[in-house]
């Protein structure tokens, strides 16, 4: 080997070990970097939120609370979005403000889309404007404004689940909440919407001390009693019992459930006595003689649900699985570092990976199809129910305008009740069956067979036995 050649080859060398030295150097710090990012990245877990404000019982601004859960409040804020699926939610209707309605932007009126609604409930506010569901942050504007409040009055124990009720509740009670319950309850509903300032807020289902969950509804509070001691269990407190995945649901079914205004007093009561089924409250509402409106067709007393979302719910298989409604309408997502439950408060079906992928292994597509093919189907059996319902109350009028007086008009308006509140269970159930689809399809079976057994009672027949063993 010549002495250039060996030149070459040393130089050859000293490259690659400036080659190999940078590249170490680049790793250690990457490496360093990768270090820093893990620390940081621990840092934030173990540490959730900043503390930028004292948070207390006495502030229901959920703006405050956000200082300190910014990623909370900013999905919190989301639920402004109006977004239709394929049976629920709503696109933006515009409309034009006017001194009594300031709202430009509304949701589509059921009625137009459905006008048998309107004879179904025929008398009631109801008949007069019902739209669409959608996010919370509306939930208290659309209560405010819709057109039942000029048709009918109103109290206060409708603000119950339309408003952040914690403040208003204690400072009429001086301090105690269900005697602040007690006296919004019968105030009209103008004087008490005074007293609320915000929808659905941080309060209402988190404790500023520890941001543990709590039920702060009496209503709810008072239900899950009568539920509990109608199974057994003496004295029970929703607060103090419950497990913290059963409190990811009744954080929700607070306010997500069927009630009525009890007395002169309209003190709010979720009709659980004899359990969470539709035919456990239809039988409840027998046994106190609960009316809701005397129907103007028909003149049957009859019943008016609500959205018994969490009734529904705790038939069918989520339930039994203990799914919450967290876990679908609220799931865990990353944001960094941390796992936080998702404030945007929506259906799955508009976020099927973290709602429903997390438990279910098939595609976005298949989940969706299977959800809508049972809710195409219960919708289906909807209307047959709505439609043997308004049969009923037209044969109901035509013999009563023939003669009144029989004992067949008053069997009959006793099976329209029957059939026109399971109807309407599931009609005002947010989840067009899909919460307990067997359940909903029982349901709404029972209704047609109970409309059957009004036509059967009109032309003086005598219906068979019911076919379940004691289904009131």
Partial sequence: MNETTGSSARGTRIRWLAVVAAIAALAVVGIAALLTSIVQRQQEARN???????????????AVWGKNFPLQYDDYRRTVDQVRTRHGGSEAEPRVPDEVDPRSVVAQSRL????????????????????????????????????????????????????SMVLPYRRAGNGDLIRGFETINPMPYAEARRLVRHPVACIDCHDPDGMQLRVTRPGFIEGMRTLKAGQGVRDYDVNRDATRQEMRT??????????????????LVYPWSKGLSADSILAHHD??????????????PVLKAQHPEFELYNQGIHARSGVACADCHMPYKRAGAMK????????PMLNV?????????????????????????TFEMRNMAIDAVLQLTRDIAAQVARDSAVAAVRTARDYQRKAQFLTDFIEAE??????????AARILARAIDYARRGQLAIRGQEPPPLTRPGAP
């Fill in 250 to 267: 009744f954080v929700c079914g607070q306010c997500h459930v069927e009630y009525y205004f009890q007395g002169p007093e309209k003190r």
């Fill in 430 to 439: 947010n989840s067009m069956g899909f919460h307990a689809d067997q359940e």
């Fill in 353 to 377: 990976n973290r709602a429903c992928q997390t438990c279910h292994r098939w595609t976005e597509d298949e989940l969706r199809e299977r959800v809508e093919v049972i809710q195409d189907r």
């Fill in 340 to 347: 936080i439950s998702d404030h945007h408060v929506r259906s």
């Fill in 287 to 300: 046994s106190t003689g609960h009316r809701d409106w005397v129907h103007a067709v028909s003149g049957a």
């Fill in 112 to 163: 137009r889309e459905d006008p048998r609604l309107k004879e179904l409930w025929a008398g009631y506010a109801f008949a007069t404007d019902f739209r669409e569901e959608r996010g919370h942050a509306y939930m208290l504007a659309d209560q405010e404004f819709t057109e039942r409040q000029r048709v009918t009055q109103q109290p206060g124990t409708c603000l119950h689940c339309h408003a």
């Fill in 48 to 62: 959730p939120f900043q503390l930028v404000v004292t948070l207390s019982d006495s502030i229901d601004d959920p």
